[in-house]
């Protein structure tokens, strides 16, 4: 299994409108193939900040889900959204 976690911030005051992004996008990535979990978390001291937390059966799968249409067309949307760069990890699952 793959996981991945990303921390992004919202430009000050948009937070309100990424979450509405993330709800849309949330369903669909949950019916791509080998997607297992996709978790979008707000920060309770800063509402510009935002935890994703993704889970694949493999590579491929993840793979399928950076080149998915309504992924990409979540990141068009975004864009200007988002203030800097967002911190990526990606994980292999032991347990």
């Known amino acids: 299994m793959i996981v ?3 921390m992004l911030k919202a ?7 990424v979450e509405q992004e993330f709800k ?3 369903p669909k990535v949950l019916n ?3 997607a297992i979990a ?12 935002f935890f994703v937390y993704e889970k694949y059966e493999d590579m491929d799968a993840l793979k ?12 068009r949307t975004t864009a200007s959204m988002f203030s ?10 032991i347990t």
């Open 4 to 6: 991945v976690c990303a």
């Open 11 to 17: 430009v000050d005051g948009r937070g309100d409108e």
């Open 24 to 26: 849309k996008l949330v």
């Open 32 to 34: 791509d193939p080998g």
């Open 38 to 49: 996709y978790t979008v978390h707000r920060a309770i001291d800063d509402p510009n900040k």
């Open 64 to 75: 399928l889900h950076s080149s998915t249409e309504h992924f990409k067309e979540f990141g």
């Open 84 to 93: 800097g760069r967002p911190e990526v990890g990606r994980y292999n699952q």
